[in-house]
Structure formats: C-alpha cells, structure tokens
C-alpha cells in the first residue's frame, strides 16, 4: 500500500508542475557538443572511440574534431557533384542502350533482307526450273506453243487493237 501512495503522490506533483507560463521554455538551449566539452576529453582520448569517431567522420585521421556546422556547404556541393555524376551516367547508359538497340535492328532488317532476297532467288530458280519441265514435256509430246512475244498481237502492241 506504501507504494501505491508514494506513486500517486509523484504522479501528483508532475502533474501539478507547469510549465506554460514560464517564458525560458521559449528561450532555446545552447546546442551542446560533447565533442567540445573538456570533462569529456579523458572518454574522447580512448582508442576505441577514436577509432568510431573516425569512422563516422567526426574527427579527422589526426584526433582533430570536425566542425559539421561549417562543412556543410562542403558537404551540400558534393553530394550535388554525385547526383550531377549518376544523373550522367544514367543518361550515357540510356543513349548506349538505344545505341544498342537500333545496331540490332538495323541487324535484324539486313538479315530479313537477306532472307527475303534469298527466298525471291529460290522463286526465281524454282520458276525456271518448272519452265524448262513444262518445256520438255511440251516437245516430248509434241506440242507446239508460240514463242511469248512472237506473233500477230505483239506486232501491233495489242490483241485488240489496229
């Protein structure tokens, strides 16, 4: 039971505690660095600090702290400098890409005019072939067609005409 009172007696008294009215809640803190702080520089001095300090990049390979604050601008003009870099390469990977691929199509529509050439030849070849059959089997039976172009119609140009 002593508990429960003790609790409900602090829970009084915080509750009881403003703060609204009071006009250093508006005054603000001084920003506190520890870095800075000279009771901490017995902890800063140890190895294993150091070493984490470094590697987050508070403090320089010589032990000196580095002021965030004033490297700022530094800091803005790089990160500036890399997206200026990656927005480069994304553009010269994207031109590479469409280089790559109208090369391709050029590719692809030389090899189909190649197929189709080919096939044309075939045709072609096929259609002599089935010329010279027809032919042959004309005068082994003995069928006599007029040469194409020889006769009265070509003569006057027409069939119908004059």
Same mark, same amino acid.
């Given at each position: 039971?002593?508990?429960?009172?003790?609790?409900?007696?602090?829970?009084?008294?915080?509750?009881?505690?403003?703060?609204?009215?009071?006009?250093?809640?508006?005054?603000?803190? /001084?920003?506190?660095? *520890?870095?800075?702080? /000279?009771?901490? #520089?017995?902890?800063?001095?140890? #190895?294993?600090?150091?070493?984490?300090?470094?590697?987050?990049?508070?403090?320089? /390979?010589?032990?000196?702290?580095?002021?965030? +604050?004033?490297?700022?601008?530094?800091?803005?003009?790089?990160?500036?400098?890399?997206?200026? *870099?990656?927005?480069? +390469?994304?553009? #010269?990977?994207?031109?590479?890409?469409?280089?790559?691929?109208?090369?391709?199509?050029?590719?692809?529509?030389?090899?189909?005019? *190649?197929?189709?050439?080919?096939?044309?030849?075939?045709?072609? +070849?096929?259609?002599?072939?089935?010329?010279?059959?027809?032919?042959?089997? #004309?005068?082994?039976?003995?069928?006599?067609?007029?040469?194409?172009?020889?006769?009265?119609?070509?003569?006057?140009?027409? *069939?119908?005409? /004059?």
């Amino acid at each position: 039971r002593g508990t429960r009172q003790k609790k409900k007696n602090v829970l009084d008294r915080e509750e009881g505690w403003d703060l609204s009215t009071c006009s250093s809640v508006q005054a603000r803190l /001084p920003s506190y660095n *520890a870095l800075m702080d /000279p009771n901490m #520089r017995h902890f800063f001095e140890n #190895r294993s600090v150091q070493k984490h300090l470094s590697k987050t990049g508070q403090i320089d /390979p010589s032990g000196r702290v580095i002021d965030l +604050e004033r490297n700022k601008s530094k800091l803005f003009i790089l990160e500036q400098e890399f997206k200026s *870099a990656e927005r480069i +390469e994304y553009w #010269r990977q994207k031109e590479e890409e469409e280089m790559r691929h109208r090369v391709q199509q050029k590719r692809h529509q030389a090899l189909e005019r *190649a197929r189709a050439q080919e096939k044309l030849s075939k045709l072609k +070849e096929d259609k002599l072939i089935r010329r010279e059959i027809m032919s042959v089997m #004309r005068e082994s039976h003995g069928i006599k067609y007029p040469a194409i172009g020889s006769g009265p119609e070509s003569r006057s140009g027409s *069939a119908f005409g /004059p």
